[in-house]
Each structure stands twice: as C-alpha cells, then as structure tokens.
C-alpha cells in the first residue's frame, strides 16, 4: 500500500478518511490542497456523525447515578420497579 500524498511504501498508516498517508505532515499536505466545499463537506459530515453517534448511545444519567451512588445495584432498582 502506498501513501496518498507522496506515494511512499506505508510502513505505519496514518488514516484519514479510510486514505493512507505515510505521515501526519502528507496527511495535512492533502488537507491543504482541498477546495473550501470539500472542506464544508467533511465538516458538515463530521458534525452530522457526531451527532448520530450521540443520540445513539445517549441515555439519561441520572437514574444510574443515583442509584450507584446509593450503592443499589441495577437487579435490585430492578425489582422495587416491578
């Protein structure tokens, strides 16, 4: 495999959007050559991934806290609710 900026045999990779670069100093040497909507492309997608992965594990904190704070575990907060 070789590296995106200067075409290099990879030793270690240094990924950037699942491309190889032999260096962080390739790996920003690409970033500088995209025009400024490539840019906004991958902020936006970045933002927008952040995001999903957010709402996707997010869970409400404060029971858990609560409840390990008290030393109860999650079996026994389990069985006072049913």
Request: proline share 2%.
């Amino acid at each position: 495999m070789r590296c995106n900026q200067c075409r290099q045999e990879l030793g270690l990779a240094h990924l950037y959007w699942g491309m190889p670069f032999c260096s962080t100093v390739c790996m920003d040497g690409y970033k500088g050559r995209l025009g400024e909507g490539t840019r906004a492309k991958i902020a936006s997608l970045v933002v927008a991934k952040t995001a999903e992965g957010r709402s996707r594990h997010w869970r409400p904190n404060a029971t858990r806290d609560n409840q390990s704070r008290r030393g109860v575990s999650r079996m026994a907060a389990a069985r006072k609710i049913a």
